[in-house]
C-alpha cells in the first residue's frame, strides 16, 4: 500500500522555526521528485518547495525562499521541510507529494500554525 505520512506539525511563534517530515513506504521513493504544498483555509493548494530524486536539484516558490529548506533521505524514505522565520502567513495544511512521471501520491498533511 503507497503511503505518504506527514508529521510535525504545530504551534509557533511568529519567527521561529519547525521542521516537518514525510514518511514514505509502498513505493521506490529514490525515483520520485517530492515537493512539499500547503493550503490555508479558504485558499487554493500552493506550491512550497521541491527536490529531485537523488537530491541534486532543489526549487522554491519565492514566498519562501531563504527561510525553507527541503531534504531527503532516501535510504531511509524520508523527505523534510525546515521552516524558519515563520510568519503568521506561513499558517496552513503541509502537504507531502511524490512525483514519477504522470505518477502521483499525496500525504494527509500536517498543521503549521504561525502565532503569537
Known amino acids: 500500500q503507497v503511503q505518504l505520512v506527514e508529521s510535525g506539525g504545530g504551534l509557533v511563534q511568529p519567527g521561529g522555526s519547525l521542521r516537518v517530515s514525510c514518511a514514505a513506504s509502498?513505493?521506490?521513493?529514490?525515483?520520485?521528485?517530492i515537493s512539499w504544498y500547503r493550503q490555508a483555509p479558504g485558499k487554493s493548494r500552493e506550491f512550497v518547495a521541491s527536490?529531485?530524486?537523488?537530491?541534486?536539484?532543489?526549487n522554491y516558490a519565492d514566498s519562501v525562499k531563504g527561510r525553507f529548506t527541503i531534504s531527503r533521505d532516501n535510504p531511509n524514505n524520508l523527505a523534510y521541510l525546515q521552516m524558519n522565520s515563520l510568519k503568521p502567513e506561513d499558517t496552513a495544511v503541509y502537504y507531502c507529494?511524490?512525483?514519477?512521471?504522470?505518477?502521483?501520491?499525496w500525504g494527509q498533511g500536517t498543521q503549521v500554525t504561525v502565532s503569537s
Open positions: 507529494k511524490a512525483i514519477l512521471w504522470g505518477r502521483n501520491y
Open positions: 509502498g513505493f521506490t521513493f529514490s525515483n520520485y521528485v
Open positions: 527536490i529531485s530524486s537523488a537530491g541534486g536539484t532543489t
